[in-house]
């Protein structure tokens, strides 16, 4: 069982930045991979970034390619996601999310951060 509990959202302006963290509970986190969701208003949840369980695959969307960062650091049980030259159209719920070792799909969730960027 993983429990996961997201921070870091917030108002900024665009250009600017945004580091959002992922604390996990559970002794399969660092052996398990570890992604990161939006869901924007009307719009149905988009993949944003994963990264696999020592940190050496990491892929990302194409929207956010090149401005977003993942990392992890499995001695505190915790996934980043580093947003720079953030735009109004990254304005989300980030969920963080891992897939359970042996499992297909993500199947543990966070409950959601709000990033909000004004124009």
């Known amino acids: 069982q993983v429990q996961l509990v997201e921070s870091g959202g917030g108002l900024v302006q665009a250009g600017g930045s945004l580091r959002l963290s992922c604390a996990a509970s559970?002794?399969?986190?660092?052996?398990?991979?570890a992604g990161w969701f939006r869901q924007a208003p009307g719009k149905e949840r988009e993949f944003v970034a994963s990264i696999n369980w020592n940190g050496g695959i990491k892929r990302s969307a194409d929207s956010v390619k090149g401005r977003f960062t993942i990392s992890r650091d499995n001695a505190k049980n915790t996934v980043y996601l580093q947003m720079n030259s953030l735009k109004p159209e990254d304005t989300a719920v980030y969920y963080c999310?891992?897939?359970?070792?042996?499992?297909?799909?993500?199947?543990?969730w966070g409950q959601g951060t709000q990033v909000t960027i004004s124009s």
């Open positions: 559970g002794r399969t986190f660092s052996r398990s991979e």
């Open positions: 999310a891992v897939r359970g070792v042996g499992s297909g799909d993500y199947n543990y």
